[in-house]
């Protein structure tokens, strides 16, 4: 009973900060300040905690016995009996933007996630949290030449609140039998997409436009996983594991306002338009496996894909003789592939020496984009990172641990903007031994 209790109190006060967390990222700026953040959903932000950012985010195939991995619900089986591990993460960020050999620098920071991890029963381990799934925040223009004297300009802005997409998710890992486990995550996803496009000229006799699209998301969200350990020896193993979202409708439509400003008249007329079920999920494959030897050292690889082809997104086009569609298109997204590969090292995990405790870990990835810029490919990402993992040693305590990681990313489509961003990470892993049973002898 006292630990049905304990278990309960632990999960109040991890919805409380949840409830902060979602607070402070309506409020502050939500990570990310890229122009690529208004296509589609905005930036993809790829599931990770505190252990992984220092890996290149790889995951789909690892598990431990004192970390939460949403990567695959199937590590949660693994959690340690006698644990509950809270995980928090912030972040903050400078990048570069380039573009026709033009530089501008920009900075921001962010609460990245918060999630918790505890055993209920032998081999059932349950995770909760919360975390972005999509990221949106951009404000620029983009100015040129209407005629070939150079005697009228024009000037296009584009702007949109810090928004996005947040999932709360709450999931549950089993070990039905030996060396198999099995997980799945049910989320749900809430945000809000508010992006304005708006024009204007040197010449105030030529009629502007301002173009308003808005979006509230409101759905759910399901993934599943499967890990199979394979021992190799008394201090080697393989973990091979496999995950699948499935894809599925938002039900949320998407409305655009146009307004139309006559230059002769100054009168604003404005249209409404209105795309229905304007968004879904893509279904998406996982797969990964890890290489550990005697808890000091592991390695592993992930690849994944989500399959945006298949899915239509809402594109608004003004026609020669005047007419204006807002209707759905079947050729602005793409197919998104991720691979990344990372790994660790520690030198003895259970040692005294607080040198030989931490964990050295380093990674990369690459993922292309989901969406067209056009006719071309939308942007491709290549990241590298590297990271640290400090115990936290105290009079009471010897089993948290700090995350830190710094990652860069370059972001670059040709003949578009290039962004090299330089991040970092830091992750507050408290491990509590909540559930232990005290014997007096």
């Known amino acids: 009973m006292k630990r049905i209790f304990k278990s309960i109190v632990a999960f109040a006060l991890c919805m409380t900060a949840l409830t902060a967390n979602a607070q402070y990222t309506a409020d502050a700026p939500n990570g990310t300040l890229s122009p690529y953040s208004q296509m589609g959903l905005g930036i993809i932000a790829d599931p990770q905690s505190g252990f992984n950012a220092g890996m290149g985010g790889v995951g789909i195939g690892m598990n431990g016995h004192n970390e939460a991995n949403p990567l695959n619900p199937a590590s949660y089986s693994a959690i340690d009996s006698l644990s509950f591990i809270f995980d928090a993460g912030i972040s903050g960020q400078m990048t570069n933007f380039e573009q026709n050999a033009k530089k501008i620098n920009r900075y921001s920071a962010n609460l990245d996630y918060v999630m918790a991890i505890f055993r209920v029963a032998k081999g059932l381990g349950v995770s909760f949290g919360v975390q972005p799934y999509s990221q949106i925040g951009y404000d620029y223009k983009e100015k040129g030449y209407v005629d070939d004297a150079h005697s009228l300009t024009y000037t296009n802005s584009y702007h949109s609140r810090q928004s996005g997409i947040q999932q709360y998710y709450i999931g549950a890992g089993w070990a039905p039998i030996k060396y198999v486990s099995v997980g799945a995550n049910v989320g749900y996803l809430h945000g809000e997409i508010d992006r304005t496009v708006s024009n204007a000229f040197s010449d105030s006799n030529i009629d502007t436009y301002v173009k308003n699209y808005v979006s509230n998301i409101s759905s759910y969200k399901l993934d599943f996983g499967i890990q199979v350990n394979v ?52 279904n998406t494959f996982g797969v990964g496996f890890s290489y550990s030897h005697d808890r000091k050292w592991r390695f592993g690889a992930d690849y994944s894909t989500q399959l945006w082809s298949a899915l239509t997104y809402p594109i608004f086009k003004e026609y020669a003789d005047g007419e204006k569609r807002f209707t759905m298109s079947n050729d602005y997204f793409m197919d998104r592939q991720r691979i990344n590969v990372g790994g660790e090292y520690c030198a003895n995990e259970a040692g005294r020496s607080f040198m030989g405790r931490i964990r050295y870990r380093l990674g990369g990835s690459y993922t292309t984009s989901y969406y067209k810029l056009g006719k071309a490919d939308g942007p491709r990402e290549i990241s590298v990172s590297a990271g640290l993992a400090i115990p936290i040693v105290n009079a009471y305590n010897n089993r948290s641990v700090l995350n830190i990681s710094a990652q860069w990313a370059n972001t670059e489509a040709p003949g578009f903007i290039k962004e090299n961003t330089f991040r970092i990470k830091i992750g507050f892993t408290f491990n509590e031994r909540w559930f232990m049973k005290w014997k007096v002898e």
Do not use: E
């Open 231 to 282: 021992p190799l020896s008394k201090k080697d193993q393989i973990t091979v594991g496999a995950t699948y979202g499935l894809g599925h409708d938002l039900g949320a439509d998407q409305t655009l306002k146009y307004y139309h400003t006559t230059s002769s008249t100054s009168v604003t007329d404005t249209t409404t338009y209105v795309a229905k079920n304007a968004f879904a999920l893509p």
